[in-house]
């Protein structure tokens, strides 16, 4: 199994500040063949689903906003927020598609204001 | 856009079998551009994948969960199910059912589209 290991475990930003998060997995995710990283990530705000934020490690999903980047290869990654808004507080997740079964997802960051 | 929604009892007695339903709307669970799969998460925890099946009845289950997983489709009602058996208190869970972008020849990709989730219990 390939292992999510995201840090740090929780993080307090001020508003309008970068928040930066790092997802590192145990094996590389990506694929030679076709030069991409297999690797998502989701933002879960209290009492909702995740969302789909990125895919392909830097392919934002349609509809989100431009502050959020994601960017690394081969076994290290890091999300972004380049000016946290308060509607930013969340749980935010890795996952990997590389190898499968399992899909694997990272532990979780939690996002708070400072 | 694709819609969502997980069914199924709330409580669960050890020993017994979950059951969830997921009903999807604004498409068809006969796409071959989705897996549709199911992840958990128990509370305060963090996310675990389960399974997904394609409309063609092709699966992948977590090896942890394998030999209590149980998937099907009913393209008839635009639905997907799932069964765990033998269930105890470690399979209380918020469990979401989700889309599973798919490309032929290639596993699944990433989970595009979630239902908002349903808690289950697992109590006597």
């Known amino acids: 199994d390939i292992v999510m290991t995201q840090s740090p475990d929780s993080l307090a930003v001020s508003l309008g500040e970068r928040a930066t998060i790092k997802c590192k997995s145990s094996q590389s995710v990506l694929y030679s063949s076709d030069n991409k990283n297999y690797l998502a990530w989701y933002q879960q705000k209290p009492g909702q689903p995740p969302n789909l934020l990125i895919y392909w490690a830097s392919t934002r999903k349609s509809g989100v906003p431009d502050r959020f980047s994601g960017s690394g290869s081969g076994t290290d990654f890091t999300l972004t927020i380049s000016s946290l808004q308060a509607e930013d507080v969340a749980v935010y997740y890795c996952q990997q598609y590389y190898s499968a079964p399992p899909y694997t997802f990272g532990q979780g960051t939690k996002l708070e204001i400072k | 856009q694709l819609q969502l929604q997980e069914s199924g009892p709330g409580l669960v007695k050890p020993s017994e079998t979950l059951s969830l339903t997921c009903s999807v709307s604004?498409?068809?669970?006969?796409?071959?551009?989705?897996?549709w799969g199911w992840i958990r998460q128990p509370p305060g925890k963090g996310l675990e994948w389960i399974g997904s099946?394609?409309?063609?009845?092709?699966?992948y289950y977590n090896p942890s969960l394998k030999s209590r997983v149980t998937m099907s489709v009913d393209t008839s009602k635009n639905q997907f199910s799932l069964k765990l058996s033998s269930v105890t208190a470690a399979d209380t869970a918020v469990y979401y059912c989700?889309?599973?972008?798919?490309?032929?020849?290639?596993?699944?990709?990433?989970?595009?589209?979630w239902g908002q989730g349903t808690l289950v219990t697992v109590s006597s």
């Open positions: 099946i394609y409309y063609s009845g092709s699966t």
């Open positions: 989700a889309t599973q972008s798919y490309v032929q020849y290639q596993l699944p990709y990433y989970f595009d589209y």
């Open positions: 604004g498409g068809s669970v006969s796409s071959s551009s989705y897996y």
